[in-house]
């Protein structure tokens, strides 16, 4: 994936392109991970059974009561937050992996190196754009309402603007804890997993740097990604999706008492459908268009 020849300028344009372009074909997967790590563990009789189930269950009652279009809730959000996070965190991966290593350093760069480096980035590019994050994650949790019930935002912008509005400034960055926790992780072991995929296949005989080697590092960096992140990523979506909780370690604990470990890997199957295809369509796009300019 690296280059040195690419400006900071240009490798930001390129991964934030490929970025919203993934999440725009991946965002309906998005959706139906969010609703059910939001939702609680169904007690008693069949009137409290869980009402999304499965993640081609959960799309077909979000697209039955809310119409096709509500899979794609939070997408404006979604595409703001990829161009600010998805260009950062690939932007500066390579700047900080030189700068870790430095310049004269001659050879393949360590794994330890890169995880590093993409811990690094992460966590300075959720920061920057965790108050995307946290619409995006608020329109996506709204389900349909009963009449004469008021919807909590109306779009994008009145997101942003009732927030400020309610929560100040600093609910912005509601969640900010665990999601520089996840998205760190999540970036360290999508862009150092797929750095070292790639790097191994291409010394497998009969590899080259091709779309098959691109497919494979893909998938290798979705299932990395979702096996580690999951459960800071099932606190973080919690969090953002509901402000009863007082801070991440009562949400971890409360999760944790009331549903049990397997909650934090609650839609793990969406999850990885969702990563696992992001990152394919993600990787792939931003081979392309680096090797186009």
Not at 178 to 195: C, G, H, K, Q, T
Request: hydrophobic content about 45%.
């Amino acid at each position: 994936m690296a280059d040195l020849k690419f400006s900071f300028a240009e490798t930001f344009l390129c991964s934030a392109f490929a970025a919203c372009f993934a999440e725009f074909c991946t965002i309906p997967l998005d959706t139906a991970k969010v609703r059910l790590q939001l939702q609680k563990k169904a007690v008693g009789d069949e009137v409290n059974l869980p009402k999304y189930r499965g993640l081609l269950g959960t799309m077909a009652t979000i697209a039955k009561e809310e119409r096709l279009s509500a899979l794609w809730k939070g997408i404006v959000a979604g595409l703001h937050r990829q161009c600010i996070y998805g260009g950062l965190r690939i932007g500066l991966y390579e700047p900080v992996k030189t700068l870790l290593v430095g310049a004269d350093y001659v050879g393949d760069i360590p794994l330890y190196q890169k995880i590093i480096a993409a811990l690094l980035t992460g966590a300075l590019a959720i920061t920057v754009a965790n108050p995307t994050d946290l619409v995006k994650v608020r329109l996506q949790a709204e389900g349909k309402f009963p009449a004469g019930i008021a919807r909590r935002h109306y779009g994008t912008l009145d997101a942003y603007y009732t927030i400020v509005r309610e929560e100040g400034l600093a609910g912005l960055w509601t969640g900010l804890g665990p999601n520089i926790a996840r998205n760190a992780i999540v970036n360290a072991a999508e862009l150092a997993s797929y750095d070292q995929v790639k790097q191994t296949v291409l010394k497998i005989p009969g590899f080259s740097d091709n779309v098959l080697t691109h497919l494979l590092a893909g998938l290798g960096a979705g299932f990395f990604a979702v096996c580690i992140g999951s459960p800071i990523d099932v606190v973080k979506s919690r969090m953002m999706g509901d402000s009863g909780y007082k801070n991440t370690l009562d949400c971890f604990i409360r999760t944790l008492r009331n549903e049990g470990f397997l909650a934090f890997y609650k839609g793990f199957v969406p999850n990885f459908t969702r990563l696992g295809s992001w990152n394919v369509v993600m990787f792939l796009t931003l081979e392309q268009v680096r090797s186009a300019v």
